[in-house]
């Protein structure tokens, strides 16, 4: 089983700015609770027991809000019967038990963030989620991880974009659709239009194999320098894993533009 979970949080989300000068992006509220949260419970209510935060010295005020138990015991020794508070601090208390934290502190790459976890990680696949990308009113993890029991793969979520919009994503090269289900052939990233092989994108979401590790510690940098997740995906496909894309079924939210944040509080004040 899928007990352990990685959430890249060492970006700079420059892209919300001026927010995010002051405060990480995944620390902003989104319909009055942190966008980091919406995440963790996802990953609660998925069986994850463990998650693997990857900050960087810049951001250590992730962890600082984990670990604010002075001050929460003060205000409640204040107001004793707030009994809202202290559903949040017990709430708090027990994300801080489930993570740890390791440090990316030059911008390499998403693939040079996940390396940074191999000594945590524990069992054969692993669950890593991008907090960019909230998926509400469904749990995406759980169903993966089912999916993942199901056929022993690793396994990507996916959604279904236009086609004038593939330009900005990665993209599916797929086979053998099966309901929400296709086996991946290859991931082109941010293809033109012309020469997109489908128009499946690829969302945060991603159960990984431990392996990716050795083929990450051989990797050379790509676009801008950077280690990218992508091209070893990649190579283990062209090595013959298995992939299968997922094209979940909840409602997707992207929280990492300015008006995406916005959109994203609307929406969930509507649910």
């Not at 002075?70 to 107001?79: E, M």
């Not at 993890?141 to 089912?146: A, G, N, Q, R, T």
């Not at 599916?172 to 929400?180: A, H, T, V």
């Not at 510690?217 to 070893?232: M, R, V």
Request: hydrophobic share 40%.
């Amino acid at each position: 089983m899928i007990k352990q979970a990685i959430i890249p949080l060492a970006g700079l989300g420059t892209r919300l700015l001026p927010l995010t000068s002051v405060m990480p992006k995944e620390l902003l509220p989104i319909n009055g609770k942190p966008g980091l949260e919406y995440i963790l419970d996802e990953c609660l209510k998925a069986g994850i027991k463990e998650v693997i935060f990857i900050i960087s010295n810049k951001k250590k005020i992730i962890k600082d809000y984990f670990y604010k138990d002075a001050f929460f015991k003060k205000i409640i020794n204040k107001k004793k019967n707030n009994k809202e508070l202290k559903a949040q601090y017990a709430k708090i208390k027990k994300f801080k038990k489930m993570i740890k934290f390791v440090y990316q502190n030059k911008p390499k790459g998403t693939g040079d963030a996940v390396l940074k976890c191999k000594p945590l990680i524990k069992s054969k696949f692993f669950l890593m989620l991008l907090p960019d990308d909230l998926i509400v009113e469904r749990n995406c993890s759980l169903d993966m991880i089912k999916l993942h029991k199901k056929y022993n793969a690793s396994v990507i979520a996916s959604k279904r974009v236009k086609n004038k919009d593939v330009s900005r994503w990665g993209i599916f090269k797929l086979k053998k659709f099966k309901k929400n289900n296709f086996i991946i052939n290859d991931v082109i990233e941010k293809p033109i239009v012309k020469k997109a092989p489908s128009n499946y994108a690829v969302i945060g979401r991603y159960i990984l194999p431990k392996k990716i590790f050795k083929t990450l510690k051989k990797q050379k940098p790509g676009q801008n320098g950077e280690i990218h997740i992508t091209d070893a995906i990649r190579k283990l496909i062209n090595q013959k894993n298995k992939f299968i894309g997922h094209v979940f079924a909840g409602k997707y939210l992207d929280c990492g533009t300015m008006s995406g944040y916005i959109n994203s509080s609307l929406e969930i004040s509507r649910l």
